[in-house]
Structures are given as C-alpha cells and as structure tokens.
C-alpha cells in the first residue's frame, strides 16, 4: 500500500520548530490552534517543558473564530498575556486550522506588534511543512529582527567584526534544538569541543544561551551549522556580514580533528589551503580520495534522517573504511536542497522500507526497525527527537565528538530494548506557562 | 517587479481589462503574469486563442499530486505567462482556500523566481467573500489595487464595499487602492458620476475606457482589442494605462 504510513512516524511539524528554536530566548510563543491538540508538543517535543519555564500561550482556536476569522479576539488574548508577562518578542504560527481558513500570522504579528509595542514575528505555519522549515525560519527571522550588526567598518566586504589580534578564532553554532540533539549532552559536547580547541564560541542557535547573546553574535568569524534549522540563517549570515559557514558536526576522534581544522581554515579565510577547500564542498560531503578508496567488496551503509546529521555520520562510516557503499535518505521533503544532493528524498514508508532492504546496515532512529521487523540486526538505532518523540530519550547516547561512535554502538542493547517495550502514553494538555 | 490586483463587481469587465493590460505590456516587451482568481477560470481565455487552459486546482483534482512548473500554467499572447487558480464547482469545498493553495504553490515553485517577470497582475472574483479572495493583496502580494467600475448604482457600490475592505487591512500591511479604472457603460452622465465617487474617497480615475464593440467582436475571435487591432481608440487607452503603470 503506497503512500499510507503503517509503522513509521512523522517528523515534527514547522509549529513545532519554531516553539524550539525560540524557547529559551525569554519570548511569548503563540501557538493559534484549537485548545487540546497539541499535547504531542509537551509531551514530545519539547523536553526542556518540565525544567526550563517558557512562555508557550495556545490560542484556543473555536469554531466561531474560525467562521468569522476573529484575529481580533486572538490579537486582544495575546495583548493581555503579554501586559502581563512583559515578553522580549512575541512570536505567532498556529496548526493546519488556522492554515486553511487562511489566517495571515504576518498581518497578525504586524496589528500585534501595534497592540502591545512588544516586537513581533509572524510565521506562515501549516502544520504540514516539518520543524526544519518552520526552525530554519525561526532562526531567521530572529536575527533578521534582532542582531545587531557590527560596527561599519567602511566597505561591504569588511563588514564582518575585526578579529582581535592573536584573539581566539570566534565561532556560532548554528541549529541547535532538541528536536535534533535532545538534552542529553551533544550539544554541550559539541560547545566544549570548541572551547577545548582554543576557540572562543559566541553564541549557540539557541540552546543555553539568551537573546542578548544571539543578537550580538554576528561578531563571529565562522558559522557552525550543525543541523539543516541553521542553515538559513547561515546562509543570510554569510551574503549579509560575509561570515563564511561550515556544515556538519563531527562523529568519532578522527573527524573531531577534521571538523576543528573546516572551522579553523574557514574561520582564518585560508584560500589556498586544502581544509578551506574541504569547508567549501558539499557540507559532510564524502572527501573524493576516501570515496574512491572504499573497499569494493564491503556493505553497504544506509544512513536515514536529517541532512547534516546524515551526512555527518556518513564521513564518520567513510572514515572507518568499513562500507563499500553509503547512502543518503532524507524523509524531511522540505529540507534545504543545498543539504540533499545526492539524497534520496522521499518520506514514502513503501520507498523507505525498499531502500532499507537493499542495504546490508542502517542506521536510522529505532522507528525505522519496524520496517523490516526480521531483519532487526542490520540496524544500527539513534534516536532522534523530531521523529521518534520522547520514546527513546533515555538511551539517547553523545553521538558527536571523539567518543560518538563508541557512544552509538554502546546504546544499541539499551535502544534494542526499549524499542520493544515502548508504549504509547497518554499526553498531557499544554497550558499557558509564565 | 510591479504586482497589481484588478477588483470589481462581477460582470464589469474585469478580466477584459486585465487582458488588454496584459496584451499592452507585452506589447511594451514587459514579461507579464497574468493570474485568474476566480473558479470559473476564464480571466485568460482573450490571451489564450479563446482556449481554456487546465487550473491549477483541476490539475490537482485529476493528478491527486501538485503540478510542476511545467504545468502550472501556459505562455499566451505576447509571451504573457497565464495562470488560473480555478476552484470547486459552485456550492461545493472552498474556493478561497484554491487560491491560497495556488499561491502557495506559486511560491514552492519559484514561478516568478523563473519567470522573473515585470508584472503581476491578479485578476480577482468580484466579492470578496473570505480570506482567500484577499490573498492578493497581502504583503508580499500585490501592492496595489485597481478596481474597475462603471457609473452604475450596483458596480459603485460593490467599488465601495472593496475600497473599505481595503482602507480595513491597513493596519495589516496589505495593498492599498490605487485608484479607479472606469469602464464605460454608457449611462447616463457616467464620468461624473464617478468622479464624484472617486474625489468623496480621495482616488484617482487612472483609467476612462469607453464602451466599444470592438472589444467584442476581438473577443469573439478568442483576442484582445489590444492585440486585434492596436490602433483603435479603445486600444490606445489600454495601451495609456499600460504606460501609466510603469512610469509609476
């Protein structure tokens, strides 16, 4: 049966996306749906919901609203939350139901912003796009609103901020969410790795730290996108202030070295060295003389899920020289395409479940084991928040840095386990949290 | 890249003069998208030899899949790319809903991102019944409005209910009216008529388009006035309006 989803998930919706990107960062995030459905945010998505208080305000959408298309009401409820708890932006997107009455959260925002003199972004949501768009987006127009350029220093071409002499190389992480790392430890991983290696690390996209440290973070020499939901923001770093980007994190001792080196070379505008032409190729893209020295007569490696990540893991697998072939499945559809050349992309369970039977190894979230249910042991699992939800977050393993690939193979018992025993637990209803 | 919105009462001639505006500009060497916003999906037929091309949401109805590029629309008169949304059959689903549906495509297409044209023009059903008819004018959208109207009590006073549901969305960034565009009925004392309308709402009549069987007797030939003969007095005043357009 084509096109049904039987046994897989789906990943986390553009929504969804944005209440991560921007939680920590001290905003009221709306979402504009019926009061009731979006239980699988809380209990799913957001794991920072029980620890780290956000202010997460649902619309409560009913019927006459979505005859009548009151913004009015949505647009008083939001004035009077907000006199009351005084947030540094507002931000509204809402679920497919505002979507298809054709609510316009820009022209929102916009009479919003005029309300309560608090800045506010408006996102085109649907429900339907995945937590890459609506994350991505978020990044974006965060910084489009609040970074705060640094000085003029007289031609386009320098406009980027001066790098003290003998000062540390400076760098932002860009894309990190827990829809994608969870709050087990990767991306502090990942932040200690630059601090580690004499680098100074401006800001991280946006776990840990505050608005304040986002808006100024466009002194930074280089760009780190470790997810797809920075690469936006990257990209309009980059054409606005001239920050050059580097794609992709690093998974096992050798690729950490690499990874350190992309940084470096991109960060220094080394043109002429290699390592800056390496930071300048296809973001994890496998380097063509350890392509071509895979050995013939190995496995082949089907990695699934987010681009960077994917790609990622795939340098970390090309590395070992374990696998004759690597393939690429992206199921987010609407990912950056600069991040999935060469992907297969399709979030087809049918095609999916093909392409698993055709490759000796996976390694994909525990999900994706249902597909070939027999075949159990080509897997290789890591949970991914945006697909698989809070089911796994447990066994979660550090899956960057020198250690990641030990890391990964040490949680597969754990993960095997637990994909068993998951059940499905009642969800609990989103309230208004101050 | 200019993107306006033709409004008006049903029946006044919208699509008439869109085409003929779309057929001037061409004439002019601009690329023009010409974009139906109505169900019935006849906005571009004058441009298009008389023939129907497929909507987008009846390309969506037998394809149960979105169109590409390829299919969203087709290259008609003078190279003006034609686009109709099309919609549901009258009483059924939710025609407003095809048009932001279209839009949405439009944009996940990069059509004008391809086409890069020099205009824009969203010729929109008469009543704006739902959020979905003022799709074209939020931000981003068209930036203005142009309502067609003759001196009749019924096409001024559905002018009027656009005009204020216009002047309404102000506060959310949307398009504003730029003015009249008369299409003469010949009723009597016409132009005064409207032009008192327009002076007591502050427009401008940027357009004074007299009634001709010329346009007629092109249409009946599946064309335009404009491309069936540019030198009538009827053509020239598309063709004023057309330049008007772009020195603004």
């Not at chain 2, 949304?85 to 297409?109: H, M, N």
Request: net charge negative; hydrophobic share 40%; charged share 25%.
């Amino acid at each position: 049966m084509k096109q049904a989803q039987r046994v897989l998930s789906t990943y986390s919706v553009d929504i969804f996306g944005i209440c991560s990107a921007l939680y920590e960062l001290g905003g009221l995030v709306v979402i504009h749906d019926a009061s009731g459905c979006n239980s699988t945010y809380t209990t799913h998505n957001e794991p920072r919901w029980y620890d780290i208080p956000s202010m997460v305000y649902l619309s409560g959408l009913n019927e006459i609203d979505t005859i009548y298309g009151s913004d009015s009401r949505l647009i008083r409820d939001i004035k009077e939350v907000s006199d009351e708890t005084r947030p540094k932006f507002i931000s509204i997107g809402g679920s497919p139901m505002p979507n298809v009455i054709g609510t316009d959260f820009k022209a929102v925002a916009r009479m919003t912003e005029k309300a309560t003199g608090v800045p506010t972004l408006g996102f085109r949501t649907d429900g339907i796009h995945s937590y890459v768009h609506g994350a991505g987006e978020a990044f974006l127009a965060f910084a489009k609103r609040f970074m705060v350029p640094p000085e003029e220093k007289g031609t386009k071409s320098s406009r980027i901020s001066e790098r003290p002499v003998d000062g540390p190389l400076r760098v932002n992480l860009l894309g990190a969410t827990p829809l994608d790392f969870s709050v087990t430890g990767t991306v502090t991983e990942l932040k200690t790795l630059i601090r580690e290696n004499e680098m100074e690390l401006v800001s991280t996209w946006a776990m840990g730290d505050t608005a304040e440290t986002l808006a100024s973070s466009c002194r930074a020499d280089v760009n780190v996108v470790i997810s797809s939901t920075g690469y936006p923001l990257a990209r309009w770093m980059e054409k606005t202030y001239g920050i050059p980007c580097v794609t992709g994190f690093p998974v096992g001792e050798e690729a950490t070295g690499q990874w350190i080196g992309r940084i470096r070379a991109a960060g220094l505008r080394l043109p002429e060295d290699a390592a800056a032409e390496a930071a300048k190729r296809v973001p994890g893209e496998i380097p063509a003389d350890i392509a071509k020295n895979l050995p013939s007569d190995g496995k082949t490696l089907l990695i699934i899920g987010e681009p960077v990540a994917v790609r990622s893991f795939g340098e970390a697998a090309a590395l070992s020289g374990k696998f004759g072939e690597i393939r690429f499945l992206c199921p987010i559809t609407d990912a950056p395409r600069e991040l999935t050349r060469g992907m297969m992309i399709t979030d087809d369970e049918h095609a999916i479940r093909k392409a698993c039977e055709k490759a000796d190894r996976i390694l994909a979230d525990p999900i994706y084991g249902r597909l070939l249910p027999d075949e159990r042991d080509k897997f290789v699992f890591l949970p991914h928040d945006a697909f698989s939800g809070r089911y796994y977050r447990d066994q979660h393993p550090v899956f960057a840095g020198p250690d990641a690939v030990k890391n990964i193979l040490d949680a597969q018992k754990d993960l095997v386990v637990s994909e068993r025993e998951n059940k499905i637990e009642p969800a609990s209803p989103v309230v208004f949290r101050a | 890249m200019k993107k306006i919105a033709i409004y008006g009462k049903g029946g006044i001639g919208k699509s008439t003069t869109t085409s003929n505006l779309s057929a001037a500009l061409a004439d002019m060497g601009k690329k023009v998208i010409q974009i139906g916003c109505d169900p019935k999906a006849d906005s571009t037929l004058n441009l298009l030899n008389g023939q129907k091309l497929q909507p987008v949401m009846d390309y969506y109805r037998e394809h149960d899949e979105a169109p590409g590029f390829e299919e969203v629309g087709v290259t008609g008169y003078g190279g003006v790319y034609c686009i109709e949304t099309g919609g549901p059959t009258p009483g059924l689903g939710c025609a407003g809903r095809g048009i932001i549906a279209t839009f949405d495509l439009l944009e996940e297409l990069e059509v004008f991102e391809k086409i890069r044209p020099d205009v824009v023009l969203y010729d929109v059903l008469g009543d704006v019944v739902c959020g979905g008819f003022a799709a074209p004018i939020r931000e981003g959208y068209a930036e203005k409005v142009l309502i067609v109207t003759s001196g009749e009590k019924m096409a001024l006073y559905a002018a009027d209910n656009i005009n204020r549901a216009v002047l309404n969305f102000a506060d959310r960034g949307y398009a504003s009216v730029g003015g009249l565009i008369l299409n003469r009925r010949n009723v009597e004392g016409e132009y005064e008529r409207v032009e008192a309308f327009a002076k007591e709402r502050n427009l401008p009549i940027v357009a004074d388009i007299p009634r001709s069987g010329d346009i007629i007797r092109f249409e009946d030939q599946g064309m335009t006035v404009v491309a069936g003969d540019p030198d009538l007095p009827v053509s020239r005043k598309y063709r004023e309006l057309a330049e008007k357009l772009m020195e603004e």
